[in-house]
C-alpha cells in the first residue's frame, strides 16, 4: 500500500500532512502503538521540512505488510532551503537534533540525502502487527 502528499513546506501545513497519515495508518489497520509511533515520525521529519526546507514537501508512506514495515519519507524541494540542517543523523545536537532523535529511537533504519534541489530523509519502521479486521 502506497500514498503521496504534497503540501506548501511551512509550519502551518505540518498537521494536515500530518492527519493524512493518520487517516492512512487506520484504513491500513496498523495497531494503535504502531500509529501513534508513525505519526511522531512524520510530525517530527514534515515538521523539519517546514522549518528548514525549501517551497514544498511532499510525504510518501509505503507499507509493505509481508515485511512488516512502514517506509516513511519527506522530502522538500523547490527554491533555496530556509535554513541548514547542520546536524547529521549522527552527530545530534540540542538546536537541531532532537526531532531526528526522536525519530532515530523509534525507526529500524533513517537515512537522508540531499541535493542542490532537494532534502529526502526516509525512515523505515517496523510495524508490530496489523489489526483484524
Known amino acids: 500500500m502506497y500514498s503521496v502528499i504534497a503540501a506548501p513546506a511551512c509550519e502551518r501545513h505540518v498537521s494536515t ?3 493524512h497519515a ?6 491500513w489497520c496498523l ?16 515538521g523539519n ?3 528548514h526546507g ?8 509505503a507499507l509493505a505488510a509481508a515485511d512488516r514495515t512502514l517506509c516513511i519519507q519527506v522530502t522538500d524541494y523547490g527554491g533555496p532551503p530556509r535554513a541548514t540542517l547542520r546536524a547529521s543523523l549522527d552527530d545530534l545536537d540540542e538546536e537541531f537534533g532532537r526531532g531526528l ?3 532515530c529511537s523509534l525507526a529500524q533504519s533513517v537515512d537522508s540525502i540531499t541535493t542542490v534541489n ?5 525512515a523505515i519502521y517496523r510495524i508490530e502487527a496489523l489489526r483484524a479486521t
Open 49 to 51: 521540512a517546514a522549518v
Open 54 to 61: 525549501r517551497d514544498t514537501m511532499t510525504l510518501g508512506l
Open 17 to 19: 500532512v500530518r492527519r
Open 101 to 103: 532523535g526522536i525519530v
Open 118 to 122: 532537494s532534502t529526502q530523509v526516509r
Open 22 to 27: 493518520a487517516a492512512c495508518l487506520h484504513a
Open 31 to 46: 495497531a494503535k502503538d504502531d500509529q501513534h509511533c508513525s505519526l511522531l515520525i512524520v510530525g517530527e521529519l514534515a
